[in-house]
């Protein structure tokens, strides 16, 4: 069987703790599809395309990975791919709620969509792209949290976001 996982996120931007969860999402299936959403209620740093292009330069070297933009509903999104699962990472207590209402609503709209849950590592399970922004955007070193290419352009756009300069 071939076996298809997608992993739905925003990305904005790609961290270690997304790349973990890829890591090792990838190790379970045949072919893992990064879904980028393109999500209007979220006030995003980055657009879809920069969302897609950091991650791409991320998986590049992970058999397996693709990266592809969503636009709608996750469970057409499924759908249309054949895919057996959806991939989520959970951190600590506090993804728990959000997560189990998505899981649950996405079986309601379609039976046979299993969501997966890999928790994760110890490394990454504080991280998060809102703390990448708010640290970057004061100046904090964040090289430990997302990848190299995403921190010139991460900090200069959080620092205006914040009002704080280049100076
Ligand atoms: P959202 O889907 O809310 O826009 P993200 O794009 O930031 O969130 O994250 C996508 C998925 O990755 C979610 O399942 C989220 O819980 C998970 N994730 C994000 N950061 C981490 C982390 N540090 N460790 C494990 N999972 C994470």
Sequence with gaps: MNRIAVYPGTFDPVTFGHLDIIRRGALLVDRLVVAV???TEKQFL???QERIDFLRAAVKNIPG???CQMD???VHFVE?????????GLRAVSDFEYEFQMAGMNRKLN???ETVFLVS???????????????AGMGGDVSRFTPADVIP???RRMMVRLGRGMG
Excluded: C, M, P, Y
Excluded at 80 to 88: I, K, M, S
Excluded at 121 to 135: A, D, N, P, Q
């Design 37 to 39: 959403a393109v999500n």
């Design 121 to 135: 590592g110890e490394e990454t399970l504080f991280l998060s792209s809102r703390l990448v922004k708010e640290i």
């Design 72 to 74: 709608g509903l996750l």
């Design 80 to 88: 249309q791919l054949g895919a057996h699962f959806v991939l989520r």
């Design 65 to 67: 990975v693709e990266v």
């Design 153 to 155: 352009e991460l900090r």
């Design 111 to 113: 039976a046979d969509v």
């Design 46 to 48: 980055f657009t879809t």
